[in-house]
């Protein structure tokens, strides 16, 4: 008797793992003895061993010498009617082994079948995959777009920008030509400050040298004086001598 057992994983998709009692070429050999001996657990007496008293009666039979026509054809009979018997499940076991060869090829033919489809779902998976990434950058460029799109509309328009631009340009104009007035203006400061300078220190020279001849002109008047007085002193000095 087959005896298997089974135990069942814990994880989500693990296998199912199986422990049998005997390998599975034993398991060949036994099933096949079965079939051919049509031997039960639950039976009697074995179809083959049935069949082989049969035969043995009948052979047994034959091999008298008594005139026993009657009980030849009769265990004959009985014999032809076993083997029939025997052979009834034989028939049915073929059956079946070809039903299940057919529906191992179906079977086949429907995993080779499942594995392409599965492989044509993964290339398609793959595409779909390289499609959304597409479809996200295009999207996102869409996205750039009208966002850029709204900053402009948030922009005046160009007429008047134009005219804004117009009348930067004209104050800028105007600037830098009062820019130019201005170090013109500065320009002539400047020189004008130089010969005010100039001016300034000839006349301060020429104080300088008034100053200093009008100091040489009252030395000279002083010694002047400072001589009359001398000769004046003297001349008296004379005059009460004699």
């Given at each position: 008797m087959l005896v298997k057992g089974r135990k069942v994983?814990?994880?989500r998709g693990e296998e199912m793992a199986a422990h049998y009692a005997f390998s599975p070429l034993e398991d060949d050999v036994i099933i096949k003895h079965r079939l051919l001996t049509r031997t039960t657990t639950t039976r009697g007496e074995p179809p083959l061993k049935k069949l082989q008293k049969k035969f043995t009666s009948f052979a047994l039979e034959i091999d008298k010498d008594a005139d026993n026509y009657s009980d030849c054809e009769r265990l004959y009979k009985a014999f032809l009617q076993e083997m029939n018997t025997f052979e009834?499940?034989?028939l049915k076991s073929k059956a079946v082994i070809d039903a299940n060869l057919r529906e191992k090829e179906n079977f086949n033919e429907l995993q080779e079948d499942i594995r392409r489809q599965i492989l044509q779902a993964q290339d398609d998976i793959e595409d779909l995959k390289?499609?959304?990434e597409e479809s996200k950058i295009e999207r996102q460029h869409k996205e750039e777009c009208e966002a850029i799109r709204r900053l402009i509309a948030l922009q005046p328009p160009r007429s008047e920008t134009q005219k804004i631009i117009s009348d930067l340009e004209k104050e800028i104009a105007a600037?830098?030509?009062e820019n130019t007035a201005g170090s013109r203006t500065l320009e002539l400061r400047k020189?004008?400050?130089?010969?005010l300078l100039h001016v300034v220190d000839e006349l301060q020279n020429t104080i300088e040298e008034e100053q200093k001849s009008l100091a040489e002109e009252v030395r000279i008047s002083m010694e002047e004086h400072k001589n009359s007085m001398e000769d004046a002193f003297g001349g008296s000095e004379a005059m009460a001598v004699d």
């Open positions: 994983g814990g994880g009834l499940p034989l390289k499609q959304l600037l830098e030509a020189k004008q400050f130089s010969l």
